[in-house]
């Protein structure tokens, strides 16, 4: 069972402050996404990427791929309270011409203003 | 806009009774969706992929007489949980993929607004 691992689980930080947030796995993924869910939503994507050590910029957002596509990281500049939310990170595999994604355990962040 | 439509946005139901929940696909043609489960404060987890004109392909764990998968269409994707039960009650989710400019060769996913089902 191919498993995405998320760290930390819950953060609670203070505006202005910088996070990073973690997605491990011991699999290799063809692509990666990166989405933000609010509380009786759907999941929102962020970015994707490809490419292993890609790096990918959305204004204070910057996400990077791993150099064996087994891992990512999300990070936050100066968080604001409008960041808040549960950050999923998905990692896509490509099986019998069909791709499926497989979602990390989640890292639940609040912004305090 | 929203891409991918979900009805009802929540329902509830006794204990016993059988809830369809459609997922609709508002831009692009979907040979392939998936439904997607989510309890509180955790994350989703793919239950089935469900495939036009065939039959879906479930996931470990999910029994497929129980959560009945029909993609008798392009845009439309039907999850149909027979015989409710309290232990039913999630938020449920489906996405379609299509293969995503931004990214090259890799498919990108959109989500519908999901379907909340309190069974009593």
């Known amino acids: 069972t191919q498993l995405l691992e998320q760290s930390p689980q819950f953060l609670s930080i203070q505006e202005g402050e910088n996070l990073t947030v973690y997605c491990n796995s011991s699999s290799v993924f063809s692509s990666l996404q990166w989405y933000r869910q609010e509380p009786g939503e759907g999941p929102v994507l962020l970015v994707t990427v490809v490419t292993g050590g890609e790096v990918k910029k959305l204004k204070r957002l910057t996400f990077q791929f791993g150099d064996a596509r087994k891992d990512s990281s999300l990070h936050i500049t100066a968080a604001q309270p409008g960041d808040t939310g549960l950050y999923l990170c998905?990692?896509?595999?490509?099986?019998?011409?069909?791709?499926?994604?497989?979602f990390g355990t989640g890292t639940r962040l609040k912004v305090l203003a | 806009g929203a891409v991918v439509s979900q009805h009802p946005s929540w329902v509830i139901c006794k204990s016993g009774t059988s809830v369809k929940i459609e997922c609709r696909s508002l831009d692009f043609q979907a040979t392939t969706m998936f439904w997607y489960r989510q309890f509180p404060k955790q994350s989703l987890m793919l239950m089935a992929t469900?495939?036009?004109?065939?039959?879906?392909?479930?996931e470990q764990g999910v029994e497929k007489d129980k959560f009945l998968i029909n993609h008798a269409s392009l845009t439309l994707s039907t999850l149909t949980v027979t015989s409710a039960h309290p232990e039913d009650s999630s938020f449920y989710i489906c996405s379609r993929a299509y293969q995503g400019a931004s990214s090259g060769s890799a498919d990108e996913q959109f989500f519908g607004p999901g379907t909340r089902l309190t069974v009593l």
């Open positions: 998905a990692g896509a595999t490509f099986t019998s011409g069909t791709y499926k994604y497989i």
């Open positions: 469900s495939n036009e004109g065939s039959k879906a392909t479930y």
